[in-house]
């Protein structure tokens, strides 16, 4: 078991490898101060003027691609109810191959991820056009004034 799961993440590491050479923007790999390079391996691009970070992940016997994009903290106001409502329709009804999640520290991100069994270059693609579209959404929405 334990050599399949590593002949997976080499399979999965070329595969992103590989993806990051044919794109046009530029993507860094982020050295990982806190995790084994053979669990975690992440880079970094822009998107727009968001920080979107691709972390390959190897938990157990599973590994997992996922884009995260730290957006905005929730904002401190007494009524967070219609910006979370806002979200969870977004989620619902207009995102596609992503979605708006709330982390510890309050704040909101937009998650995409896949199995390493759905790990190809089209999915990397669909993926980061996925949250692309979903920036674009949550910038129409002008979520900054929910703090108010």
């Known amino acids: 078991m334990q050599d399949k799961i590593q002949k997976d993440w ?3 590491s070329s595969i992103i490898t590989e993806w990051i050479k ?3 923007r530029t993507i860094s790999q982020v050295e990982n101060c806190c995790y084994d390079s053979n669990e975690i391996l992440e880079w970094s691009l822009k998107i727009q ?5 691709i972390t390959l992940i190897l938990d157990g016997s599973e590994i997992v691609l996922q884009l995260h994009l ?18 969870l329709r977004m989620n619902a009804v207009t995102l596609a191959h992503c979605s708006f999640g709330i982390e510890d520290d309050n704040q909101i991100v937009l998650l995409s991820d896949c199995s390493f069994n759905n ?7 669909l993926m980061l056009e996925g949250v ?5 959404q949550f910038q129409e929405r002008n979520f900054i004034s929910f703090s108010n």
Do not use: K, R
């Open 10 to 12: 080499a399979t999965a």
């Open 22 to 24: 044919h794109q046009e």
């Open 70 to 87: 730290p957006l905005m903290m929730v904002p401190e106001t007494s009524n967070q109810n219609p910006l979370f409502e806002e979200l």
């Open 119 to 125: 790990l190809s270059s089209d999915t990397l693609n």
């Open 49 to 53: 003027s968001f920080d979107c970070y």
């Open 132 to 136: 692309s579209n979903g920036i674009e």
